[in-house]
C-alpha cells in the first residue's frame, strides 16, 4: 500500500504562508494592513500576524479579520511569552488560531498562556531559540513545552540581520527529539519591517482543500506542510520500505533521523553537478527514538518515526532548504 506522507491523500493544493511576523501593534515598523498588503503583493495567501501579546502592547491581540479576502486570509494569532523576557530560560512562540478575547495571564504565569492557546486550539511553534541560546539543558524544566506544536527551525530575519548564528533552531529541534518530544519544523520570517532584507525568506507552504483559516489550521497540526526557503516538495510517497521522493530541481535530497543520523542517513544528488528532482530512499533501517513522553500522532507513523526529509540548492553562492518531519 502505497502512503502519501506530505498530502496525507487529501484533495488541494499548496497555500503558503507565514506564521512569524509584527506589525508596529507591537514592535514592527508598518500597520496591519500594509504588512498583509507586503505579504499579498509578494505572492503570499495567507499570514499569521504574531504581534507580542505582552503587558508593554496592552494584552492585545490584532484584529486581522477585516484584511481577509477571496484570495487571501489570515489567521488571528499573537507571539507569546515563557516568562518575562530578562529571564535567562525565556521562550516565545507564536500561538496561530487565538481567538480575539484570549486573556492576559497573570504576572508570575506567563507560560500558562502557552498551555491555555493550545487547549483552545492554537498551532504552537517554538520561536527563535537561539535568540537567547536558549540551553537545551534547560528543556526539562521548561514551562509548557509539551503543548509545542513545531519549533522554528530557519529565522529569516536574524539569519540576514546582526544574529545569523542564532538562526537556526535546529539544536533545539533535534535535541527535543532526542528526549522524546514529537515535534514538527517551521520556517519563518520574524519580519518587523525594520530593515529591507527581513521578509519573504522562510515560509511554509500548506496542502489544504481551500484557503481558510480553520483548514488551514487543520493541516498545520495534521503535519499536512512542509518548511522551506525555496525548493519545493511535490511529492513524498512510502511505498512498503521505499521512500519515492520529487521535488523542484535541488543539489540534494536527504533522509535522516534520530540517534546515530551521522551513521544512517542517506543522500542523493545529480551526477557531475547536475540538479536532480527525484530520489527513492530506503525507509529501513533508520534509527527509533525512544518512545516518545508527548506522543502527538503525526502522519506516517512507521519505523521512520522522527526522520527528517530535506532539500538543498545552491543559488548565487546561497545555499537555500527546505524540510519536512515525517514522523
Not at 252 to 281: F, H, V
Request: charged share 25%; aromatic share 8%.
Amino acid at each position: 500500500m502505497v502512503r502519501d506522507l506530505l498530502k496525507d491523500g487529501e484533495v488541494g493544493r499548496f497555500f503558503r504562508g507565514n506564521l512569524h511576523c509584527h506589525s508596529n501593534r507591537s514592535d514592527g515598523l508598518l500597520q496591519p494592513d500594509e504588512v498583509v498588503g507586503a505579504y499579498r503583493d509578494a505572492g503570499y495567501d495567507f499570514i499569521c500576524l504574531s504581534d507580542h501579546f505582552e503587558a508593554e502592547y496592552g494584552w492585545h491581540i490584532t484584529d486581522t479579520r477585516p484584511l481577509r479576502d477571496e484570495h487571501f486570509t489570515t489567521i488571528v494569532g499573537a507571539e507569546l511569552s515563557s516568562a518575562p523576557w530578562d529571564e535567562r530560560d525565556a521562550y516565545w512562540v507564536t500561538a496561530a488560531g487565538l481567538p480575539l478575547d484570549f486573556e492576559a495571564p497573570p504576572a508570575d504565569g506567563h507560560a500558562g498562556a502557552i498551555r491555555r492557546a493550545s487547549e483552545r486550539g492554537a498551532f504552537v511553534i517554538m520561536l527563535h531559540p537561539g535568540l537567547n541560546n536558549l540551553p537545551l539543558a534547560a528543556a526539562d524544566g521548561l514551562p509548557a513545552l509539551d503543548a509545542v506544536h513545531a519549533v522554528e527551525l530557519y529565522n529569516h530575519n536574524l539569519a540576514v540581520a546582526a544574529h545569523p548564528d542564532g538562526a537556526n533552531g535546529a539544536y533545539m529541534l533535534d535535541g527535543l527529539l532526542e528526549k522524546g518530544y514529537r515535534l514538527l519544523v517551521n520556517a519563518g520570517d520574524d519580519a518587523h519591517f525594520g530593515h529591507p532584507s527581513d521578509r519573504f525568506g522562510g515560509w511554509v507552504e500548506v496542502h489544504c482543500d481551500r484557503l481558510d483559516p480553520e483548514a488551514l489550521l487543520r493541516s498545520l497540526k495534521a503535519g499536512r506542510y512542509y518548511s522551506t526557503q525555496g525548493p519545493s516538495f511535490r511529492e513524498v510517497l512510502l511505498d512498503g520500505e521505499q521512500l519515492r521522493v520529487e521535488t523542484s530541481e535541488a543539489y540534494a535530497i536527504s533522509l535522516t533521523g534520530g540517534g546515530d543520523r551521522w551513521q544512517s542517513g542517506q543522500e542523493r544528488t545529480g551526477e557531475e553537478g547536475e540538479s536532480i528532482t527525484k530520489a527513492g530512499l530506503r525507509s529501513r533501517p533508520l534509527p527509533r527514538l525512544l518512545r516518545p513522553r508527548h506522543r502527538r500522532r503525526c502522519r506516517g507513523e512507521t519505523s521512520m518515526e522522527q526522520s527528517d526529509l530535506s532539500l538543498t540548492h545552491t543559488e548565487s553562492d546561497r545555499v537555500l532548504r527546505s524540510a519536512v518531519r515525517i514522523c
